[in-house]
């Protein structure tokens, strides 16, 4: 009898999404050195990190840790933000970014963004912070988060942040590698703390994992502390009772970043440059594939900035002509296409909302941004066919 031929089916077309990572072999080859060797966590790779960390950004100090929220965490902690005091954040980012005032019992006010820039409104941040000044609030900080990739506009940020005596927080989660004015964020130039996410979807990644930069010394050192539990070995100190002391000065956290993520960060952060122009060409691929499209709009990046292109956030009128934003959703991801927004306003949140009523009319652009994007594939590893692909098939869904 005749055995039946298998007919092996055509390997499906990999799934597309907003992000992926890119791991080489160089990557798996410096994790497998390091957990063939003494120190999982707590050993040399730590420093190596972040020595590289500070030579690539420019940094005087880099502290790494578990994750960047954990990162958000630590510097909310380490600037000692308490219960009554404000913080200046952007409607449109991460949840993450208002979190960490929460975490520490201040209060997130969200701030209206650039309908260029897509970053916080440097104008809106003004009347925001005078108006809580006035009212007797303290503002501690104004948070910029560099959304996509594009830097935020920070001499005005900074100009504001200096006359009101609030500390700047760059959450660069997005942004590794863009420039604002010439400078790179994280260098010291445009923050007073720039934060890092090394989640797969980033730039970099140690698979979870977050950095801290900053040129103050004291706040680097707090943060240190802060990241294992807040405790200090210092054989020089009068009380000191032996090797095995240590003495907890803070209420800090176990947020330390193990020593193969450090590998993996120190073999990725080697490749950032090749990543970066990768992420450029796929970037002027589309805006020059969508440059004459009915129903997209590329992203626009000002003449003093260079993106770093986290994500490709497209524009489109849903609903107007064309397919509305679920039905469009739909069927991209049924031609293997999965589409992301980046994001929903944090204060539209059901847990903000209950806590922080807020008046739209203080958020048109946020809330009209909301209702037109969607982020496309963006990632180094994507092949011109991919390209090809992600164009046609949001086309043809459009028009559909
Ligand atoms: C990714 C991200 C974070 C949090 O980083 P995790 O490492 O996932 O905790 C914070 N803010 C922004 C803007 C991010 O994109």
């Known amino acids: 009898m005749e055995a039946k031929t298998q007919v092996a089916p055509a390997p499906p077309r990999r799934l597309l999404t907003y992000g992926h990572q890119s791991i080489d072999e160089d990557d798996i080859r410096t994790v497998a050195e390091i957990l063939r060797g003494d120190w999982l966590t707590q050993g040399p790779a730590i420093e190596l990190f972040e020595a590289a960390l500070r030579q690539y950004f420019g940094a005087q100090h880099a502290v790494v ?13 380490a600037l000692d933000w308490k219960p ?6 952007p ?6 970014s208002s979190n960490c005032c929460l975490y520490v019992g201040a209060e997130p006010v969200f701030v209206d963004i650039d309908p260029d820039t897509l970053t916080i409104d440097p104008a ?3 009347e925001k912070v005078a108006r809580l000044t006035a009212q007797g609030r303290r503002v501690r900080a104004i948070m910029g988060v560099d959304l996509a990739g594009h830097p935020c ?7 504001i942040a200096k006359r009101y005596g609030a500390t700047l927080v760059d959450d660069a989660c997005h ?3 863009a420039l604002c004015h010439g400078s790179k964020l994280g260098s010291g ?8 996410s090394f989640h797969p979807v980033k730039h970099v990644t140690t698979g979870e994992g977050g950095a801290l930069l900053t040129d103050d010394g004291e706040l680097a050192q707090r943060l240190r502390r802060l990241r294992s539990h807040g405790t200090v070995r210092n054989p020089d100190a009068p ?3 032996g090797p095995w002391y240590s003495d907890m000065v803070d209420l800090g956290y176990n947020y330390r970043l193990t020593d193969f993520q450090c590998g993996l960060g120190i073999s990725q952060l080697r490749k950032v440059e090749h990543f970066l122009a990768r992420r450029r060409e796929i970037a002027n691929f589309y805006d020059q594939a969508f440059a004459g499209s009915k129903w997209f709009r590329t992203p626009t990046t000002m003449p003093w900035a260079r993106h770093a292109y986290h994500l490709y956030v497209l524009r489109a009128q849903f609903g107007r002509g064309m397919p509305d934003r679920r039905a469009f959703f739909a069927a991209c991801l049924s031609r293997g296409i999965q589409l992301q927004v980046h994001y929903r306003p944090v204060m539209l949140n059901s847990y903000y909302r209950t806590r922080f009523p807020y008046d739209p009319a203080e958020f048109t652009t946020s809330l009209a941004y909301y209702s037109e994007t969607l982020s496309i594939p963006m990632y180094p590893s994507l092949e011109r066919a991919d390209l090809e692909y992600v164009v046609e098939t949001l086309e043809e869904c459009a028009a559909d």
Do not use: K, M, Y
């Open 153 to 159: 506009d920070w001499p005005a940020l900074q100009s």
């Open 175 to 177: 942004a590794i590698g």
């Open 189 to 196: 130039v445009h923050a007073d703390v720039t934060v890092l």
């Open 91 to 96: 409607a449109i980012t991460f949840l993450a």
């Open 84 to 89: 009554g005091d404000v913080v200046i954040v």
């Open 239 to 241: 009380d000191w009772e």
């Open 124 to 126: 809106r941040v003004e």
């Open 65 to 77: 840790c578990a994750n960047g929220t954990a990162a958000l965490h630590l510097v909310a902690s």
